[in-house]
């Protein structure tokens, strides 16, 4: 397996259409996953009244390597600019919420490592690291519910 060698530039985000730049910047604002009807709910003042809008959207932003879902938050989240897609992994605040991308070449070499040597082939490789932010950390409040606790 082999990692993707292209790399999303300012080109591809100037080539987006209306509705994917729109629920690409809404992904980036939003600094934590988010699924498809929270984005509608946030895009709905932007003219967006239909949840296949925001699909089509997502689905052809994740195809450019703009986006990426996150399954253990059902969410989507944008990915930094210049960076390689499968060059990432994914620390996921139990407690906030938030999603930061680290990009972690070393990582993505080791695992397609590993699988090759288990010859095993993943449909995708999207490392999420559950854990605490460092906000969370030193935030005083430890009686705020967790985000895990409250689904």
């Known amino acids: 397996m082999k990692a993707q060698s ?6 591809t985000v100037e080539s987006l259409t209306k509705n994917q730049r729109l629920v690409y910047d809404a992904l980036l604002d939003a600094g934590r996953a988010l699924g498809a009807y929270d984005l509608l ?11 296949p809008s925001v699909y089509r959207a997502l689905n052809e932003l994740s195809g450019k390597g703009l986006v990426r879902h996150l399954t253990s938050v059902r969410g989507f989240v ?10 990432s992994a994914f620390m996921v605040c139990t407690r906030c919420g938030t999603v930061d991308q680290i990009v972690a070449e070393g990582l993505q070499m080791a695992l397609e490592d590993g699988l090759v040597a288990a010859g ?3 449909t995708e490789m999207v490392p999420e690291i559950p854990g605490t ?6 935030t005083e409040d430890a009686g705020a519910p967790s985000v895990s606790s409250a689904r």
């Not at 709910?41 to 949840?51: I, K, S």
């Not at 944008?78 to 060059?87: D, E, I, Q, R, V």
């Open 120 to 122: 095993f082939s993943p």
């Open 133 to 138: 932010c460092r906000h969370c950390r030193t």
């Open 41 to 51: 709910d946030r895009l709905r003042p932007r003219g967006f009244a239909v949840a």
């Open 78 to 87: 944008a990915l930094h600019a210049g960076t390689a897609p499968t060059a």
């Open 6 to 11: 292209s790399i999303r530039s300012e080109d």
